[in-house]
């Protein structure tokens, strides 16, 4: 029950395309979903982040789209570049019960955008 | 307003060793989390320290144990290393007040 399901595992783009990442969790106590974007030899760096009390949340060129009653969200990037070729994981966690620290990550979605 | 930085960046050490991590918190931050991430994985949560306290730990045994500081500074220690320790370690500050958790760079351990 404390799983998030991440994919695709891998996912190749040409430039200026859509990438799409999607998750799925079964602990409807999470209420915090942020999602990294890591470079190899990096950690990783926050990218955007939504509550369940809004459907979407857009930041420049990143979307996250959340479905609460599917338990359900996704990373949408659109117009991709060459740079956001990155690992990206998706992450749950409880806020109330854990102050947002104790995350639960998916497997990652290693993205290749061709130019 | 500075990040969380981690040190040594890179350690190499032997089987049955033990190994002391280190990471400052980002400032205003007062609560550490730990993850270890192994190659093509997600991170995995090792355990959370707030305010001088444990709080919180993950699926990892007693010999992985840490302290954090009256300055939120926050240490990681793994004694008896076996080779599936070789790992990135990882820090994340947070705040109780704004919850995001940032990353240090990660400490890559290498047991031979």
């Known amino acids: 029950q404390q799983q998030v399901k991440q994919s695709p595992q891998s996912l190749i783009v040409q430039k200026g395309g859509i990438s799409i990442i999607n998750c799925a969790y079964e602990?409807?106590?999470?209420?915090?979903f942020p999602w990294y974007q890591q470079f190899p030899g990096k950690g990783p760096a926050l990218l955007i982040a939504i509550r369940p009390d809004v459907s979407e949340k857009k930041e420049g060129r990143f979307t996250i789209s959340f479905n609460k009653s599917a338990k359900q969200f996704s990373l949408h990037i659109m117009d991709s570049q060459p740079g956001d070729s990155a690992t990206y994981f998706c992450?749950?966690?409880?806020?109330?019960?854990?102050?947002?620290?104790?995350?639960?990550f998916g497997q990652g979605t290693e993205l290749s955008v061709k130019p | 307003e500075t990040g969380v930085t981690q040190s040594p960046t890179h350690l190499i050490k032997t089987r049955g060793q033990q190994v002391t991590l280190r990471c400052s918190s980002q400032s205003g931050h007062n609560t550490v989390s730990w993850y270890q991430q192994a190659l093509g994985q997600g991170p995995q949560f090792i355990f959370q320290?707030?305010?001088?306290?444990?709080?919180g730990r993950g699926n990892f045994p007693p010999r992985f144990s840490g302290l954090q500081f009256p300055n939120y500074s926050s240490e990681l220690n793994v004694n008896a290393l076996e080779l599936d320790d070789s790992a990135l370690y990882l820090c994340?500050?947070?705040?109780?007040?704004?919850?995001?958790?940032?990353f240090g760079q990660g400490t890559r351990l290498t047991v031979v």
């Open positions: 602990n409807t106590a999470f209420d915090y």
């Open positions: 992450a749950a966690s409880s806020m109330i019960y854990n102050q947002g620290g104790k995350l639960i």
């Open positions: 320290y707030y305010r001088e306290e444990e709080n």
């Open positions: 994340a500050s947070s705040s109780n007040r704004g919850g995001e958790a940032f």
